[in-house]
């Protein structure tokens, strides 16, 4: 945790904790009721229209009272992609507006903000990036992909482990009321589920790291962890991914390249079906961080992040090997060689 906080400035009073449903009505007010005195919150990387949105729903609403706000930003995200490097000047120019300091590096943002959202569009660099704010001791939210790779997604958590660092990574699908209705047992057991997304893919990430993780992520919020094999169908418009879970189940992955761009799904429960959608905005997802901020403790655990990128990673391997089914746990553990191979590299580095 942030050393220039104490422990109770990050535990949430149990009137928030018991709001509920009212969080979800009125997410960023009613943290006005925590007993967090600051709340400083910085942004590496304004490549993503992420940065833009949570920046507009907590510095651009005057009716907005709570003790959250983005006062810094670090601009620079992705050196190469194009769609990400266009965006650069026009999202600084944009939170500029609401009173964002634009600073020329990753440790003067550090010395301003006592939280992180590490919102760089590009994989490749989040690795060195979330390195500096563990050394800073920041919690720090990451926005999708995690890495760039399972290897270093795995390293990334256990060095936050070992830097005693608060982190934890969602798409904002997570957070659709359907979803967590379904993950808070609306439909009592859930027997199985079918999810999509867009897939847009970009040659420097595993496929579905880029984009697809959306649908792969909904389809972890409603089936849970424990998926053991994994299958893919590739064409040029489309993937189709199905995965075997240890009781038996099946949850399917859709994503989509051409069409109208769309989230959503369906979940079937031992007590009925639910559709899952719409996408209604960032603002849950924004709420869980604040959480998060304030807490320290992260609402998804290491284990499940890392098993939704290994099921990501074996879908890739799947399609290398012409539809072959892939074991989770070999996915994983080959790449957790890899993860320790990284860190020791590291630490030769430092």
């Not at 808070?184 to 595993?206: M, N, Q, R």
Request: a neutral charge; one cysteine or more.
């Amino acid at each position: 945790m942030n050393k220039n906080l104490g422990r109770r400035d990050f535990i949430l009073s149990s009137s928030t904790l018991m709001m509920g449903t009212v969080l979800f009505n009125n997410p960023l007010n009613a943290l006005a009721t925590s007993t967090v005195h600051s709340g400083r919150i910085g942004i590496i990387g304004l490549d993503t229209s992420h940065s833009v949105a949570f920046t507009k729903a907590l510095n651009g609403n005057s009716n907005n009272i709570s003790p959250f706000k983005i006062v810094a930003a670090y601009p620079n995200g992705s050196a190469d992609i194009e769609s990400s490097v266009k965006r650069i000047p026009g999202y600084t120019e944009e939170v500029k507006k609401y009173g964002v300091e634009i600073v020329g590096s990753i440790a003067e943002l550090l010395s301003k903000v006592d939280f992180v959202c590490l919102e760089t569009n590009d994989g490749r660099p989040h690795l060195q990036q979330a390195i500096e704010v563990f050394k800073a001791g920041k919690p720090v939210f990451i926005d999708k992909p995690v890495a760039d790779s399972l290897a270093s997604t795995i390293a990334i958590y256990e060095l936050a482990k070992e830097y005693k660092v608060p982190v934890f990574s969602s798409s904002s699908l997570r957070y659709m009321e359907t979803a967590q209705q379904v993950a808070k047992g609306k439909i009592g057991k859930v027997l199985g589920a079918d999810c999509f997304s867009p897939a847009t893919l970009e040659k420097t990430h595993p496929d579905f790291f880029w984009y697809g993780i959306h649908g792969v992520e909904l389809l972890y919020t409603v089936m849970g962890v424990g998926c053991m094999k994994v299958k893919r169908t590739s064409s040029n418009d489309v993937d189709v991914v199905v995965g075997e879970w240890n009781d038996g189940r099946i949850g399917t992955f859709r994503g989509t390249r051409n069409g109208k761009h769309d989230y959503g799904g369906t979940a079937y429960g031992e007590n009925g079906n639910l559709i899952l959608g719409p996408f209604q905005g960032y603002d849950n997802l924004l709420q869980i961080i604040l959480q998060f901020f304030q807490t320290g403790i992260a609402p998804i655990s290491a284990d499940e992040t890392i098993e939704i990128y290994t099921f990501m990673e074996a879908a890739h391997e799947s399609k290398r090997k012409n539809g072959a089914l892939i074991e989770i746990e070999k996915t994983k553990a080959s790449h957790t060689k890899k993860a320790h191979q990284i860190i020791q590299s590291l630490k030769l580095s430092l």
